[in-house]
């Protein structure tokens, strides 16, 4: 395609798609070339659709960024996808594919199996219409602030206040954010009616009985099954469970009372300051491509071509969408992280994860094609949440006071047991909304409230707070944007605990068995994926009682 070609509509790409479903492949070698063209062409809608993306939840009150991202939703990808089901048929009717190498294209190919099995004409408009939808979640949370001591905060920047020791300050800004919420519950809950009942459509006009099962084939996972994901819920409530109420009655001593609420959890106890490892974006990326730096220089490397790329935006503000992301970008290669800090410990732990994701793009940037590139989420988050947890050696950079080192460490590692009940109930509540389809706003309360209570801590009282926990999966983004993506953090925070274990033993192999396994973007299965980084690719309850065990003799160490 031309250097300074731009995606405007969809009559300036169709040549380049008839051209591609034209051209006679004659031999294996024209097939490898018409492969790295068809590439090309797939790296450039991607970088631009990314951009657009991107733009939009920086500033998600400004109608015209809204409006090319709809644009490209509506007027462009639908009529991408009929192609993209056209060449995907006429690579897989070539007789030279047989002569393709197996060791690399096996990935490749069966992911191209699946999306001609997948495609529907009739749903073209329906994956059009939720991606639009989904982005409507930004809008609405992006707008969402509440105001303290006279002064509006955003809900990221007003979480600071559940860290501080004086409790009514806590409980005043947990009800104003509560409340807040609340104004847009409805707003949420029919935006999350109409998503629903569209992916349930998207899974019925493909012969599915319903969209988990849909989802499942669609995201390619090939080495696990729901049956799986069952019984890791299972091995979380049974071991991880009880340990994060060990950590919630320890929080409760620290704190020095008779029960503990909600907006207690985070907070510190009296007379100790929350951790402030920074004060702006600037500091945080700064210091954070010291630390990357210090772990391996290449690592610092990247992040710096990022600043000069100018592919951050790390602070939280108003009219900003919520969450954080490194978004690839197939094209150029550099690509854009996106959070919201405010100046926390939380913050650090942020960017440590995105910057996993940012090295993760770079190392599988030169593979020869953008699809080698597409490696699953389970791999994903492996490269990012082990980045948490190798970096702490050089968080001195954020916290030189070595007892609050120790706490930033302890934080994180107790961050790294805690989070695994908050995933599996997310994960078992995505599973029943979509296999319950057409249930009532009732229905979905009662559910949420019934699988949140089998996994969370029960030393928590929510005695006059309970209409706040019922909406607590609104919250979570994912649920609106990324249906399904979530049981990864879960999969890969045991596989960075096992990473993490053995980086202690051999830090230099461990590394160097991490940058390999990142290079080989999907070139190989999960499984293999996970062998090259020198783990198992194991969610098993043994591993999860094992990897729990050893997080828990950590926890002590750090106070030695």
Known sequence: MPVDFTLSNWEALKPFFEE????????????????KDVSEVQAVISEDACWRQIRMTCDTENKALEEAFNYFCMEIEPHIKPYADALN??????????????????TYLRSVEKEIKLFQENNIALHAEL?????????????????????????????KFLMQSDRSLREEVYIKMNERRKQDEDALNTLFDELLQKRHQVALNAGFDNYRDYKFEELGRFDYTVKDCEHFHEAIKKYITPIAETLIAHKQKQLGLNEIKPYDIDAEPEGQQPLAPFNDGAELLDKSIQVFSQLRPYFGDCLRTMNKLQHFDLESRKGKAPGGYNCPLAETGAPFIFMNAAGTADDVVTMMHEG???????????????????????MAELASMSMELFSMDYWSVFYPNP?????????????ALSIFPWIATID????????????????????WVEIYTEFAPKNISWEGLTNYRERLWQKQLHLFEVPFYYIEYGIAQLG????????????????????????????????SLYQTA?????????NVKALSEFVKEEMKAVFE
């Open 403 to 415: 007892n609050d080192l120790k706490r930033a460490k302890a934080e994180e590692l107790e961050r």
């Open 89 to 106: 048929k006429k690579l897989m009717g070539s007789p030279f594919v047989k002569e393709l190498d197996s060791a690399t294209y096996y």
């Open 496 to 527: 960075a605990l096992a990473m993490w274990k053995q980086y202690k033993t051999n830090k230099e192999q461990t590394l160097d068995q991490y940058m390999n396994a990142l290079s080989k973007g999907y070139t190989q299965t999960l499984t």
């Open 131 to 159: 991606n639009m939808l989904a982005q409507h979640y930004g809008t609405i949370t992006g707008k969402m602030s509440v105001t303290i001591n006279e002064q509006e905060y955003t809900l990221q920047q007003a979480a």
């Open 356 to 378: 996993g994701h940012a090295l993760h793009s770079f190392l599988s940037h030169e593979l020869p094609l953008s699809a080698f590139k597409e490696y699953p989420m389970e």
């Open 428 to 447: 078992k509540f995505q599973h029943w909304l979509y296999t319950h389809p057409g249930h009532s706003h009732a229905e979905r309360t009662n559910a």
């Open 20 to 35: 591609l479903n034209s051209r006679v492949l004659d031999s294996a070698e024209a097939l490898e070339v018409w492969l």
């Open 534 to 542: 020198g783990i198992d690719f194991d969610f098993s309850a043994e």
